[in-house]
């Protein structure tokens, strides 16, 4: 069962332009979401991320949007550019304070940003 | 600093065959973890631990064995391996704190190491 969904394994956007991945959990435990970016042949960076008490966050051209709701998290950059390109995963994880240290991670998408 | 390293870079192994990838990290961090990525399917969570002597299963222990013997060093040993275990392997560090999003946003991952098994 697969708790953390990204189900647009890719995405392909101009630079300048706004990227907008999309990120669905089921597991309403999951207070913390993250976001991680992937260059090949690298271990993936933390990149953003957002507590369940707020619906945005933002640093610099990244912002993640979370609907508890709809149990959705979205990730804008804005604008593109195409050191952007690489794979992005969402993570998620439970209330902090118990012994628990597993981040859930989505299966990533694939953004290509063109010149 | 050399960060989190990883050794080796890329490995075949053939079914039955045991062997342990390496993993060190020079930044005195207590929280050290493996997870392996395979094609749709993300991150899994192998084996993680809190500090030297302290270890704890993940997502998809199985097949795997850690020891934590110091703070640098977090070796992941596959006893008999198997085709299912093909994948690319990636160690984890951070600082060690009760508060997992601590960890989590402080995470430094290694560059990997890409298992074949025949």
């Known amino acids: 069962d697969q708790q953390v969904k990204q189900n647009s394994p890719s995405l392909s956007v101009q630079e300048g332009r706004i990227s907008i991945l999309n990120c669905d959990y089921t597991?309403?435990?999951?207070?913390?979401f993250l976001w991680y970016k992937k260059y090949p042949a690298e271990g993936p960076t933390f990149l953003i991320s957002?507590?369940?008490?707020?619906d945005k966050n933002e640093d610099g051209r990244f912002t993640v949007f979370l609907n508890k709701s709809a149990k959705h998290l979205s990730l804008h950059i804005v604008p593109s550019q195409p050191g952007d390109s690489a794979v992005y995963f969402c993570?998620?994880?439970?209330?902090?304070?118990?012994?628990?240290?597993?981040?859930?991670f989505g299966k990533g998408t694939l953004l290509t940003v063109n010149p | 600093n050399a960060g989190v390293t990883q050794t080796p870079k890329f490995q075949v192994l053939k079914t039955g065959q045991s062997m342990t990838l390496q993993c060190a990290q020079d930044?005195?961090?207590?929280?050290m973890s493996w997870y392996r990525q395979d094609p749709g399917m993300g991150l899994r969570l192998i084996h993680y631990?809190?500090?030297?002597?302290?270890?704890d299963q993940g997502e998809v222990p199985n097949g795997y064995n850690v020891s934590r013997s110091t703070t640098e060093d977090f070796p992941l040993r596959l006893l008999s391996a198997a085709p299912s275990q093909t994948s690319v392997y990636f160690c984890?560090?951070?600082?060690?704190?009760?508060?997992?999003?601590?960890?989590?946003?402080?995470?430094?991952f290694g560059p990997g190491t890409r298992l074949l098994v025949l």
């Open positions: 984890a560090s951070s600082y060690s704190d009760v508060n997992l999003r601590q960890i989590s946003e402080t995470q430094y």
């Open positions: 993570a998620a994880s439970p209330p902090s304070g118990g012994s628990n240290y597993k981040l859930t």
């Open positions: 597991n309403s435990m999951f207070d913390y």
């Open positions: 957002i507590s369940s008490i707020k």
């Open positions: 930044m005195n961090h207590e929280y």
């Open positions: 631990s809190v500090g030297a002597g302290i270890t």
